[in-house]
């Protein structure tokens, strides 16, 4: 297949003003007729050709004709039809077999019920349209089903009018009055109940909220709605964005490819974003839920109002949305500790996306599959972007552009270059430099170093960047950065001079402090204002010292990261470490009262395995394990006291959702890890109390987890208890299984194996297959053992989920894709798994795409 280019766009040839929808819905056989009232767009005369995937028509009429058959053909999936007027009316006829869509991509069976999944290509596998972003059009649906079966119909929009038939049928009819692109198209035909609000917006419209679940789940909705409130208001604070529509509704269905989807109007989740209640979901949950119920509502303005005008303008409502959904979860709790979550994840993920065989800026200038594209790199590197705007324009102008640019494109398809020309022309500034962040991929690298002479009255700090090498992109130009920094004086812990924001352009700078009457430590980056790396010449002494002075606490956990990097590394490298320094800065960090609980949880917690392996030139899986499993034993060992102490005052009441509450199950679990590090005998017994008295997941799962990775006997128990516990819940049932594939056990491979013939282990829904072949894809020693079993077994589920669920596989591929890090054996068997991937018969296009540029 070839490559779709960016510079390929043109505007469509044809639009549609208004679609009318009618579905006669049942899982073996779905008809669906569409009513398309097509406008030629310019002067030509090419005819209207409509994006089918899988379908065949069973009748096509135009302008009232039916059978008009000499005027259309089929060409490949897209059915072509020569219209010689303006405007033309044309209606098609299909089947579908929802059932049967094991894609879960277009009108698919979950649970007993019928939804939508569209989003980016889906909807041309449910009826014939031009299924492109720029084709805006008016949607009336009509559904018909089986009463008993279906009692709730759905769709975008408002409800108009409903009704009974005789025969067990019923319909029911939605109209939604702002233009969309299908990507947005949903319905839902389900036996569901809704938890009900009412939520007044600013102007006074009333909105009647609902989230949909089966009638099991409606206890678990209460956090969800709630962060549906919290979110609109926020939206309308800070935004200044209100809803558009009477109804707001959400659905949850438990076989769904990713998290989320922000359908206007009706917004389907995957239940893991929707169900909580304290027994079943972490506090990890709770977070993730508000996120993504803010995230898909925010869509509504930055995606839905004003949506892309292709999909490689993805990032514009993705990265832009991503960025909104921060800086709501941040005002929820502590900023700080979201802030160090959110870098966390963003060198998880993207940071070895940017450096590895499928990096891609941010707006990318080809693909074979769009949905291989539902990146980090265009998540949550373009969120950073919007931030870095963010930072340089300040919280009031940056208000001004976004203003601008919802203003002027609302009901339109837009670019990132309308973006960012808004941004320029609500405050006079110019913008071209920065632009690059939008072309260019790879993670900048700048490094920063401070001189001072003794006595001397001023410090010198010389700045340099570059830009690494990615695929198709050989050279690279400075990046506009910008980089939030400060001096502390290393004898009285003072600073010297205010917080600067410098703006590296060139690639090389030179600045100059006066002043400077003691030796100075370079506190840079602070808050994470560029996503880059920084290398400096700062010396553990400054890094511990930052880790217990410098006043953002985004940098003070930063300096502790970095202590704690520097003296693994070196250990990987010698296989011995000194770890005096890193296990004084975590008894200061842990013994200082001012801190609050979830960030001294966040401070004190070591590097990755995989993130140690980003900083190598060839990453030892064995080595890094050994290195960080020594240095968690001293940290645990050295400070044993102080682990038992913060444990016992961790200790809670009944559970409680709060910022303060939350911070203290985080640290107890962090302390628990610890002690079991520290080899002290009673840890068992220790965990498997926690586990067995815990009044919520959060104490359970973190126990379970210890248990898991320990030698303890009582692992096995703890197993079986959860297992026998949580058996007919599918959430919990997924931490199960992803509690042991991150397992640190040596005997971890040989039980995922184990667990891929569980008699609850489906590769069918997309969840389970995450739990447990994506939570070991990311285990760094179990996935990379040296007899190369992880790689055979990860090909062998991603070749057979690829034939059921072509998205979901290719998703969970790019760990294999990373050969090129490892040594040669690993390389030779790593590429062998990737090469019997690209040999296997009936290969997806999504897997073709991320294997073959990950042999390349
Ligand atoms: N826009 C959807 C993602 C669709 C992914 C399609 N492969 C959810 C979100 O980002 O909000
Ligand atoms: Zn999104």
């Keep these: 297949p070839a490559p779709i280019l960016r510079s390929d766009y043109r505007a469509p040839d044809w639009q549609v003003s208004e679609i009318a929808l009618d579905f006669d819905l049942d899982p073996a056989r779905t008809v669906v007729r569409a009513k398309l009232h097509v406008t030629r767009n310019g002067d030509h005369d090419r005819p209207l050709r409509l994006d089918g995937d899988g379908l065949q028509p069973l009748s096509v009429g135009i302008d009232g004709v039916a059978g008009s058959n000499d005027r259309w053909r089929m060409d490949g999936d897209a059915l072509v039809v020569d219209l010689d007027g303006k405007a033309h009316v044309v209606e098609t006829e299909v089947a579908i077999a929802p059932e049967r869509n094991t894609q879960l991509m277009g009108l698919y069976a979950s649970g007993g019920n019928l939804c939508t999944q569209c989003e980016a290509e889906g909807f041309r596998r449910i009826t014939f349209f031009p299924d492109r972003p720029d084709v805006l059009a008016r949607y009336s649906v009509r559904m018909t089903a089986d009463k008993a079966r279906f009692p709730v119909l759905l769709a975008n929009g408002d409800p108009i009018a409903h009704g009974d038939l005789e025969d067990g049928c019923h319909w029911a009819e939605w109209h939604d009055p702002f233009p969309k692109p299908s990507y947005l198209f949903a319905l839902v035909a389900g036996d569901l109940v809704a938890n009900r609000a009412t939520f007044v917006t600013a102007s006074g419209r009333e909105v009647q909220l609902a989230i949909w679940v089966r009638e099991k789940d409606l206890a678990k909705t209460d956090h969800a709605l709630d962060a549906l409130k919290t979110s609109m208001a926020w939206d309308e604070r800070v935004y200044g964005r209100e809803y558009d529509l009477d109804v707001f509704n959400i659905v949850a269905v438990d076989d769904f490819n990713f998290g989320a989807m922000e359908n206007k109007g009706l917004n389907i989740f995957n239940s893991r974003y929707i169900l909580a209640d304290p027994d079943t979901a972490t506090d990890h949950d709770y977070d993730a839920i508000a996120a993504v119920v803010a995230h898909e509502y925010f869509h509504n303005w930055s995606g839905n109002r004003v949506t892309c005008r292709d999909w490689f303008q993805l990032s514009l409502k993705e990265g832009f949305t991503v960025f909104r959904d921060q800086g709501f979860s941040a005002d929820q709790g502590s900023a700080a500790v979201k802030r160090i979550e959110d870098v966390r994840s963003l060198r998880a993920a993207q940071f070895p996306e940017d450096a590895g065989p499928l990096a891609h800026p941010i707006r990318p200038d080809s693909y074979l599959e769009i949905s291989n594209f539902y990146t980090a790199t265009i998540y949550n590197k373009g969120a950073e972007v919007v931030r870095m705007l963010h930072t340089i324009l300040g919280p009031q102008r940056f208000r001004a552009g976004t203003d601008l640019y919802f203003d002027r494109f609302d009901g339109t398809a837009a670019t990132c270059e309308d973006f960012v020309a808004s941004m320029e022309e609500a405050n006079g500034v110019d913008l071209a430099q920065f632009r690059r962040w939008y072309s260019q991929a790879g993670t900048p690298r700048v490094t920063a170093t401070l001189e001072h002479e003794p006595g001397g009255g001023t410090a010198t700090l010389h700045l340099a960047q570059a830009v690494p090498p990615t695929p198709g992109q050989p050279h690279k130009l400075p990046m506009v950065l910008p980089l939030k920094l400060r001096l502390f004086g290393g004898n009285t812990g003072r600073p010297l001079g205010d917080e600067q924001l410098v703006l590296l352009s060139d690639a090389e700078a ?322 062998a798994a990737l090469e019997q991937i690209l040999a296997s018969p009936g290969l997806s296009k999504d897997m073709l795409e991320q294997v073959s540029k990950s042999l390349a």
Excluded: C
Aim: no cysteine.
């Design 510 to 831: 030179t600045l100059r402090f006066e002043a400077v009457t003691e030796r100075p430590v370079l506190s840079i980056n602070r808050g994470f204002s560029a996503p880059v790396i920084v290398d400096t010449n700062r010396t553990p002494a400054d890094l511990a010292f930052l880790s217990g002075h410098d006043d953002d606490p985004f940098a003070r956990y930063e300096a502790m990261q970095q202590l704690m990097l520097d003296t693994l590394v070196a250990s990987v490298a010698s296989g011995r470490g000194d770890h005096g320094a890193v296990v004084d800065a975590v008894r200061e960090t842990l013994r200082n009262p001012e801190l609050d609980r979830a960030f001294v949880a966040e401070a004190v917690l070591l590097p990755s395995d995989n993130f140690i392996g980003d900083q190598l030139p060839i990453v030892d899986p064995d080595a890094i394990f050994r290195a960080r499993e020594a240095l968690r034993r001293d940290i645990g060992r050295a400070l044993e006291r102080d682990w038992r102490q913060a444990y016992e005052d961790t200790r809670n009441g009944a559970f409680e959702y709060s910022p303060e509450a939350k911070g203290k199950r985080r640290l107890k679990t962090v302390a628990l890890g610890y002690l079991a590090a520290s080899g002290a005998p009673d840890i068992g017994e220790l965990a498997f109390a926690q586990f067995e008295q815990a009044d919520n997941m959060t104490d359970r799962q973190g126990a379970l987890m210890t248990l898991v990775n320990g030698p303890w006997d009582q692992r096995v128990a703890a197993l079986d208890i959860f297992y026998n516990r949580y058996r007919d819940n599918p959430l919990v049932l997924d931490k199960w299984f992803s509690t042991q594939a991150l397992s640190t056990r040596d005997d971890t491979p040989e039980r995922v194996e184990e667990l891929a013939g569980h008699r609850d282990f489906t590769l069918a829904n997309p969840n389970r297959a995450r739990a447990l072949v994506g939570a070991f894809g990311v285990n760094q020693r179990a996935f990379h053992a040296a007899d190369g079993r992880g790689y055979r077994f990860f090909a062998q589920q991603l070749i057979a989920l690829d034939r059921l669920n072509p998205q979901t596989a290719a998703k969970m591929m790019p760990p294999l894709g990373r050969w090129r890090r490892f040594d040669p054996a690993r390389q030779q068997a790593m590429r």
